[in-house]
């Protein structure tokens, strides 16, 4: 496996359901990231890791909850969710560093996304 | 409240001519500014950047303008080709966080 991958592609569950989103990064970065893209949004940070720490959270939901065990996986629990999550969620990794924006956070790369359809 | 602005949602060229994708910001503190293209069914894909304090950055066929006093920028595809034609996505650079586009959707006919 090369770049940034997930699991599933595709999911389909109930408000009462609990799923996980999974992500692993095959490119040696310590940052990654879950984006939520809804139709005619732009792409919308949710989390932020960098070093396994979580670094941003921007203002996200408590039924959406995100895990780093390590530089290479990240996860996103889903619990409870409404039909307004249905969207694309997509993981990226970047290199990371010590902090502050100098040389960090520049290019990330993408994952193909997990298309969620909440019913 | 969006900070970065793709005001076309879609352009038509013709193969072999230019492309020009714009995209505008309104937050002065943004220090990089890069383009993405996303192809249906795939994650963005990392195209170009172009740090703040340089207003030209170029890359085979693709080249991106910076004009911080109007706090625009733009993306040239020249020549286009019909394996361009994707959906562009400007993102702007403000601490952690990539603020992106809507997009542009590129379609470049032969």
């Known amino acids: 496996e090369t770049g940034v991958t997930q699991t599933p592609r595709h999911l389909v569950m109930g408000m009462t359901n609990k799923k996980s989103l999974k992500c692993e990064q095959h490119l040696g970065h310590n940052a990654m990231y879950w984006y939520k893209q809804s139709a005619k949004k732009p792409l919308e940070l949710m989390f932020v890791y960098n070093f396994k720490e979580q670094t941003e959270n921007n203002s996200v939901p408590s039924r959406f909850s995100p895990e780093c065990p390590n530089s290479s996986h990240l996860f996103l629990h889903l619990h409870t969710l409404q039909p307004e999550d249905s969207a694309l969620y997509l993981c990226?990794?970047?290199?990371?560093?010590?902090?502050?924006?100098?040389?960090?956070?520049?290019?990330?790369?993408f994952g193909p996304g997990t298309r969620l359809t909440v019913l | 409240d969006q900070q970065v602005k793709q005001n076309s949602p879609s352009l038509s060229v013709q193969e072999g001519r230019i492309s020009i994708l714009n995209c505008d910001y309104t937050n002065s503190m943004f220090d990089y500014f890069l383009w993405y293209k996303k192809y249906p069914a795939e994650g963005p894909t990392f195209l170009i950047s172009i740090s703040s304090i340089k207003d030209k950055n170029e890359d085979g066929r693709f080249t991106v303008f910076l004009n911080k006093s109007a706090k625009h920028l733009s993306l040239h595809i020249v020549p286009s080709q019909p394996g361009d034609s994707a959906v562009y996505f400007c993102a702007a650079r403000s601490g952690y966080a990539l603020n992106f586009g809507k997009g542009t959707s590129l379609l470049v006919t032969p």
């Open positions: 990226a990794s970047s290199q990371g560093g010590s902090g502050g924006s100098g040389g960090v956070y520049n290019e990330q790369f």
